[in-house]
């Protein structure tokens, strides 16, 4: 009886996780380049009380086992790097990558920050930064007097200045990718920091290598899909509930065995 008592509580944690998992999606779902986060369960140790495959005392091999098992537990929490839809905004520092692939951003201790999230503003020295001031790598900074900022979908940057015929070359945007991107690790404000799991990061121009192609004033939309959070939601919430009424059940079960005279 014990047993289930204990099972069934960490049943109950499992499903608090996921619900702890489900809420952070949800309050997302407005964040531009927002990844989704996914929870994955595995069970706990068994107890044998009879080994699959062993020997009877009438020479035969049983067919079946008995083993206990003792409840669930949390075994990761994945980023889920699949695309979110395209939103036009007409700005022309709005930038989005289409396919794989993360701008480079320099933070403030001088360590290389990873971002989904292309909206991206001029500086007053006229360097690309991200809303929190974090200045794009490699460093693209368009010149005061200029009329119009035009980025390719190879990442090439142009402007056309006042007084001069030919658009002015301001550099060329690189994006990085990972072999594994879940690797990564999440330190907030849409950034990410690469670490042993994600390997290192292959810099390259869009569309080469894997990467995908940069999409002017358009942005990345979250990934998340409310009517799958909320299915997930009612359904963590249903074995939530069935988790307490057998710790119900067993704390009902043991009263009477108590009373047992």
């Not at 990844?35 to 068994?46: G, M, S």
């Not at 900022?149 to 945007?173: A, F, H, K, S, Y």
């Not at 950034?191 to 869009?206: D, H």
């Not at 999409?215 to 963590?236: A, K």
Request: hydrophobic letters at 35%.
């Amino acid at each position: 009886m014990l047993r289930s008592l204990q099972s069934a509580a960490t049943g109950m944690e499992a499903q608090q996780q996921l619900m702890d998992t489900l809420s952070n999606n949800i309050a997302n779902v407005n964040t531009t380049g927002f990844k989704k986060q996914r929870a994955h369960f595995n069970d706990l140790l068994y107890q044998n009380v009879r080994a699959p495959g062993l020997s009877s005392n009438q020479g035969s091999v049983t067919p079946s086992s008995i083993q206990m098992g003792s409840g669930v537990q949390l075994q990761s929490i994945d980023r889920v790097f699949t695309e979110g839809s395209i939103k036009e905004t007409g700005n022309d520092t709005d930038l989005m990558i289409g396919g794989r692939g993360f701008f480079r951003v320099q933070m403030q201790d001088g360590s290389l920050g990873y971002t989904r999230d292309g909206s991206f503003r001029r500086s007053a020295d006229g360097r690309l930064t991200t809303a929190d001031g974090l200045p794009m790598v490699p460093e693209v900074v368009v010149p005061p007097n200029a009329l119009a900022l035009n980025i390719g979908r190879d990442g090439v940057v142009t402007c056309t200045v006042q007084g001069e015929v030919e658009p002015r070359n301001l550099g060329q945007i690189q994006v990085a990718n990972f072999v594994n991107p879940a690797g990564l690790n999440s330190i907030g404000r849409n950034l990410f920091t690469q670490t042993v799991a994600s390997g290192e990061p292959i810099v390259a121009n869009p569309g080469e290598n894997g990467t995908g192609s940069i999409g002017q004033r358009e942005l990345e939309s979250s990934n998340v899909n409310i009517v799958d959070e909320m299915v997930q939601m009612i359904m963590g919430q249903r074995a939530y509930e069935l988790n307490s009424k057998v710790i119900k059940t067993g704390d009902e079960m043991l009263a009477v065995t108590n009373q047992v005279r």
